[in-house]
């Protein structure tokens, strides 16, 4: 058995020195930069929760709308202005779909069917673009809370309404366009033109790259965008934290068209579209054939649409004691394998590693214990004292 303790020995080697504090050296640049450059004293967010509210603005430019004007319109098919309320479909908390093409389809129930499942025949089709969809603006409204960062009460200490922060719009390529909210105190308006340029798409009439396009436009397939709001709060700082912005970042999802359907009752019991007056009195007669929760009559609508999804991440910091000494303590541990480098290279790299371990190991006698070892070790010691 054997005990191993450590000695200090300097080696007198330039290529060990000069290997040594440069490695030092560039542990404590890259130290220093993880603290200031990275923010090594921050503590990261990057998972912000929050909400978002979309309301569709109804103050257009009516001129916008006139079919004289729109080029889609001119064709064989028709073109119809639809309130912006019933332009979204279905109504969404974090996403508005705009209907850029339409077809209705009005049916009728055939009760002579044989199969047991109700079945409907249609008897009419009007299919027709949306006016000006493009002009539509979306008020955006969103708000976002660091969860990470609460106090001992489980009270929030990061969060923010975007009515109180400056926020821009970017393009594909993260190029800022323009900032959304000038005026505090209201909500972002942004309207759907905006968002398809920053996505790239020129226009709703460029061709389809979807696989079931067949040479449709955008307008006629319908497309998916989808709205990252990203929240920061050190990115312009130089050093610590700052105030949140945020940006939207717009993308289109590529080779993928958008489509819904949605079915409306007709609850009138009279005379459909293309009902012969005899079959009317007959049913008259007879009475209401359907409950009013299964109607004669239905309206089936697909809708092709532009589909606008938001959603919210980021990266939020706030400054952590913690954080900087476990930079600090990552540093230390990086000297310290620097100088384990340099032993491992001085005792079993270099050529003069046989002379560097005679300087580094030394090995004492064996120690015996007992009275005798005591008596020797007391001789010596009296023959070592001057006189």
């Known amino acids: 058995m054997y005990y191993v303790t450590y000695k200090y020995v300097v080696l007198n080697d330039r290529r060990l020195g000069a290997g040594y504090y440069s490695l030092a050296l560039l542990i404590v640049l890259y130290t220093l930069v993880e603290i200031f450059i990275n923010r090594g004293y921050l503590e990261f967010d990057v998972r912000p929760q929050g909400t978002v509210k979309l309301i569709l603005s109804d103050d257009f430019a009516r001129e916008n709308f006139s079919a004289k004007v729109l080029p889609y319109c001119h064709g064989n098919t028709e073109c119809k202005y639809v309130d912006p309320m019933d332009l979204n479909w279905p109504p969404e908390a974090r996403a508005v779909t705009l209907t850029t093409f339409a077809k209705d389809r009005v049916q009728r129930l055939q009760s002579n069917s044989n199969s047991p499942l109700d079945e409907y025949a249609t008897t009419s089709e009007t299919t027709y673009f949306t006016q000006g969809p493009e002009y539509v603006v979306i008020k955006v409204d969103h708000a976002v809370v ?77 497309l998916i965008l989808r709205v990252t709001v990203t929240y920061n ?32 009752p007709l609850v009138d019991r009279g005379a459909g579209p293309g009902t012969d007056p005899s079959e009317e009195e007959g049913r008259r007669r007879e009475g209401p054939p359907h409950s009013p929760t299964q109607p004669s009559w239905r309206l089936l609508r697909k809708r092709y649409a532009v589909r606008v999804e938001f959603e919210q991440s980021g990266s939020l910091g706030m400054f952590s004691v913690g954080t900087l000494l476990l930079k600090l303590v990552s540093g230390m541990g990086l000297l310290t394998l620097t100088a384990t480098v340099m032993d491992v290279l001085a005792l079993y790299v270099l050529p003069s590693r046989n002379r560097y371990k005679r300087f580094v190991f030394e090995e004492s006698p064996q120690v015996r214990h007992g009275k005798r070892q005591e008596e020797e070790e007391s001789r010596e010691a009296k023959k070592e004292k001057p006189n």
Do not use: C, M
């Open 146 to 222: 660091a969860t990470q960062f609460t106090d001992s009460k489980g009270k929030e200490r990061l969060a923010a309404s975007h009515r109180k922060l400056r926020g821009y719009l970017a393009d594909y390529d993260g190029d800022i366009i323009r900032e959304l909210s000038p005026d505090p105190g209201k909500p972002d308006k942004v309207s759907l033109q905006e968002l398809l340029e920053a996505a790239g798409v020129e226009s709703l009439d460029v061709a389809a790259d979807s696989v079931n396009a067949r040479d449709r436009s955008f307008r006629e397939r319908g």
């Open 233 to 264: 709060n050190w990115r312009k700082s130089w050093f610590g934290t700052g105030d949140i912005e945020y940006v939207y970042h717009v993308r289109r999802v590529p080779y993928v068209n958008y489509s819904s359907k949605e079915v409306h």
